[in-house]
């Protein structure tokens, strides 16, 4: 089993609508959780830290399930800039951080 | 704040040479740096990690011989893909993390073609 799975999309949605995904991780011993977004033949850049008790960032919100084993996210208000592939990112360890293979976006206007 | 440079960004060369990518962090120490790989259409694949001055851990799989890691300072590693072969073409992403803290900032990649 893979240490961290998304489903991969692709997500096609117009603008201005509402989108949410989720990614399931299998170490319930992981402590730390991010978003990254990675656009197409670049590197992947931070979006969001995940905590616990849910956080939001402008118009981009997680959740983090630990009972479940799942973190999830969800972009209000989507923009044209918002396509990208976005990576669940999971922390199992003192500093490793483990990949999903990521869940494409595509906002069309 | 937290810039990571990588050099070259792409890079072609003829099987059997070797080729130095080098990962700097430019506004902040990196205790620790990472480098991954990447194929079309796939997660990003840890190879090892290098902490300043000692040596890298590999991740299995990954030949410590073939790809040598060097961390000289808080602020530079480099990735040297020895014997280079055509199968070693990919996407070489590095990262650094500051002690204390989780998050990984990436250089922006180097792309290397191995003909």
């Known amino acids: 089993r893979k240490e961290v799975e998304q489903d991969p999309g692709p997500f096609n949605v117009p603008e201005g609508a509402t989108v949410a995904f989720n990614c399931t991780y299998s170490n319930s011993a992981s402590q730390s959780f991010f978003w990254y977004r990675q656009d197409c033949r670049k590197e992947p850049k931070l979006l969001m830290s995940v905590y616990s008790s849910g956080n939001e960032d402008g118009r981009f919100t997680a959740q983090l399930n630990r009972a479940s084993q799942y973190i999830s996210l969800l972009i209000r208000d989507s923009k044209l800039s918002d396509s990208a592939t976005y990576l669940c990112?999971?922390?199992?360890?003192?500093?490793?951080?483990?990949f999903g293979a990521g869940t494409t976006v595509t906002v069309r206007a | 704040g937290a810039v990571v440079s990588q050099h070259p960004s792409w890079v072609i060369c003829k099987s059997g040479t070797s080729v130095k990518i080098e990962c700097r962090s430019l506004?902040?120490?990196?205790?620790?740096m990472f480098w991954y790989r990447q194929f079309p259409k796939q997660s990003l694949m840890l190879m090892a990690t290098?902490?300043?001055?000692?040596?890298?851990?590999?991740e299995q799989g990954v030949e410590k011989d073939k790809f040598l890691i060097n961390h000289a300072s808080l602020t530079l590693s480099t990735l040297t893909v020895t014997s280079a072969h055509p199968e070693d073409s990919s996407f070489y992403i590095c990262s650094a993390r500051v002690r204390g803290y989780y998050e990984q900032y990436f250089g922006p990649g180097t792309r290397l073609t191995v003909t």
């Open positions: 990112v999971v922390n199992p360890n003192d500093y490793k951080l483990s």
């Open positions: 290098s902490n300043e001055g000692s040596k890298a851990t590999y």
């Open positions: 506004d902040f120490q990196a205790t620790t």
